[in-house]
Structure formats: C-alpha cells, structure tokens
C-alpha cells in the first residue's frame, strides 16, 4: 500500500488518464481523508487562479445570491471564474463555461438557480467522481466552490479526498447541516410556509375545520418547528421527536374545542407522515371536519428574504477569502452569529439536533 502522499500522487495520475500506479490498487474514495490545509505549510501551496462554481441536490432560495456574490468577489480578488451547471452531473459531463461580472447582473433577486441543479447518482460512485476530477483536470479549475446541503458536501468531500480542493458553502431549505447554524434558503422557505398557512388558517376558521399541513423536512424538523410557532399551531410533529397521536394531536384539539376554540392547526413535517392520513385520522376520531394542505416545492421558490440574500453575499465572500488565503477544503459555516470556516472532514463529522427547549417552547403556546 502507498502513503498519503503517494496515494494522492496516483488519484491525480489516474484523474489525467497517465496510469503510473496500478488501478486496482488504488484505494476505495471513502477510505482517504482530504488534506486540512491547516496543518500544512501555505509556502508549498500554489495559488488558485481559476475556479468553478456550482449548485447541487434541491435549489435553495439566495443560491443565486451566493453563485454572484462568489463570482464578483472572485473576480475582484484576480481569480477567473467559472460555472459548472446541473450540479455534479454538469460537471462529470464538462458542463463548464466562463463567468464575468455581468453574467450574474440580475441574479440576486431570483429564486432558484440559474446554473441549475440536480441529484446525480453517477456521482455517488467513484468512477463519477473521478470523472468529475477529471473534468477540473480538463478546464484547469485549480478549487470548486460547491452551494448546496449535505449530499452535495459529500460529494465535494469525495473530490477532496482525492486531491481536488473545494470549498462548500451551506444551500438548503432545511438548516439540516451540522457545522452550521444557518443555511441558505431557510429564511424564505419559512416565510413562503407561513403565509400560506396564515391563508389556510382563514378558510380553516371560517368553517371550523382544522387544518393539516405538510411542510419540507425529510429528516429534519426545522421548517415545521418554526413555522408553526409563528403561526400559532396547535401540534407540529417533527421527525427528530416520536409523537402520540391521543397525547399531542387529540387531546389537544379536544382540549381546545372544549375551551371555545373553533380551529386548528397541525403542522406535519414530510418525514413524519402523510398529512392526508393525519387529517383523515383527526376526523374519524374528533368528528371535526380536517383538511390536508401539502405545501410541497413550493417552499423552494420565489424572491430570496433580505436574510438569504445577505447570507448568500457574506458566505460567498467568505469562500474567496477560503481561496485567497490557500485554505482549501473547508465549509463555510455560521457558528456563535459569526461567518467562519471549518475542516470538511471535521464539519461532516459533526451532529444537529433540535434542542428540547425549542420543542418546550413551542408546547408551552398551545
Ligand atoms: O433537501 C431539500 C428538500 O427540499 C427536502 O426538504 C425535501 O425532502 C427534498 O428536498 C425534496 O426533494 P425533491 O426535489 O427531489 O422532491
């Protein structure tokens, strides 16, 4: 087996289609770990000049803010600049084209992203990441910034770890990535929630019903945490706390009914459940007419909130600083209120929770 440094020398080989080592005794990506930059000597790193961008797994709101706000900042720090579009897809592909300045004009008011995204499954492998190596090797991208949430992280890792450098800044409705207390996309998906349920909660009253609603969060509870203290809701279930449907839907309908109340809300996280079911299942039980709402990929569009948009400029920024200052492989992350950096390998080491006094707090309103 080779050291290290010898087994990086051999990806990169590999990477540029001159075979020096034998491929089959190359070692499986996931078994590496990527160079902190940290730790070694910044003399014997050579500088970034061109560099790729790209957006990957589900858009986010403000993605488009980061992607212009990466372009503009790279270009004024001498960097030249380049997009990778469709994600990881585009980029095992050669989706890769120049940027300039006015190639992001218009972009920081636009939801969705305007490199386009995807999931790739290719990507996933290590054949599709080394072609995706292969790819910077091809378009001399000396570091690719990758926006998007922890899958697209893994796969950034898994480019690290062969000896591309990345940076990843955190792009996802769902504030799932540990390192960091805020992703981009989050603010607008809640506030896209909540006036919508501030709308369903009109009809709901109106006809004494109760309103059901599913909002995004295949594994995390955020969304529909927040969302529903804003709104007022009567039970949020979320995938990180199991539930008891008589304990916190039931009695809790009833107990309002009981008081006078003449609707109800009940907010539903996607990984927790079916809304229709739950609704079907409060009917059958209270009598009271339930309706199921599933807001669905709505939550990912429309106009980024002056806090995405801000957060996707700052982190942005803070990516080229990453680049400028031979600090490759970390994740841009917000910790203590702060934008900072941390090691990739360290940053998906780490685990989010939902702290208990959030849930407390939203039981304490009911
Ligand atoms: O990761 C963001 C997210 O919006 C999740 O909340 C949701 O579960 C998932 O993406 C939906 O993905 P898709 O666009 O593939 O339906």
Redesign the pocket.
């Known amino acids: 087996m080779y050291n290290d440094a010898e087994i990086l020398f051999a990806f990169r080989r590999h990477i540029m289609g001159r075979l020096l080592y034998d491929e089959s005794n190359l070692p499986e990506i996931s078994s590496l770990r990527a160079v902190n930059y940290d730790k070694i000597d910044k003399s014997t790193v050579e500088p970034v000049k061109r560099v790729g961008v790209l957006t990957s797994?589900?858009d986010a709101p403000g993605m488009n803010a980061a992607i212009r706000a990466v372009v503009r900042a790279g270009i004024n720090a001498g960097f030249e600049m380049y997009g990778v579009t469709r994600g990881y897809h585009g980029l095992w592909k050669g989706e890769i084209k120049p940027l300039d300045g006015r190639s992001v004009s218009e972009t920081l008011q636009r939801g969705g992203t305007f490199l386009m995204t995807a999931?790739s499954q290719t990507f996933m492998t290590d054949q599709g990441v080394l072609k995706g190596a292969r790819m910077m090797e091809a378009y001399e991208l000396d570091a690719l910034i990758v926006i998007g949430?922890d899958g697209s992280y893994k796969g950034a890792r898994a480019l690290a770890r062969i000896g591309m450098p990345v940076i990843g800044i955190p792009g996802?409705?769902?504030n799932d990535i540990a390192s960091t207390e805020y992703t981009i996309g989050y603010d607008t998906a809640m506030n896209t929630a909540m006036q919508c349920i501030d709308k369903l909660r009109d009809t709901a009253s109106s006809h004494e019903r109760c309103s059901v609603i599913e909002v995004?969060?295949?594994h995390a509870g955020w969304i529909a945490l927040n969302v529903g203290i804003a709104t007022g809701a009567e039970s949020i279930l979320i995938p990180e706390v199991p539930y008891d449907f008589n304990r916190d839907v039931l009695r809790v309908i009833l107990d309002g009914r009981n008081t006078g109340k003449k609707h109800y809300i009940v907010i539903v996280a996607?990984g927790v459940g079916h809304a229709e079911d739950i609704a079907k299942q409060i009917e059958e039980a209270t009598g009271i007419e339930a309706r199921p709402t599933i807001l669905g990929?709505l939550?990912?569009g429309g106009s980024p909130t002056l806090r995405d948009r801000t957060m996707a400029s700052l982190m942005g920024i803070k990516a080229i600083d990453c680049l400028m200052d031979k600090r490759f492989n970390r994740l841009v992350v917000r910790q203590h209120g702060d934008i900072t950096d941390v090691d990739i390998e360290e940053g998906l080491e780490m685990t989010k929770t939902i702290t208990p006094d959030i849930i407390e707090n939203a039981k304490r309103l009911g």
């Open positions: 797994g589900g999931r949430g996802t409705i769902d995004m969060g295949r996607e990929h939550q990912r």
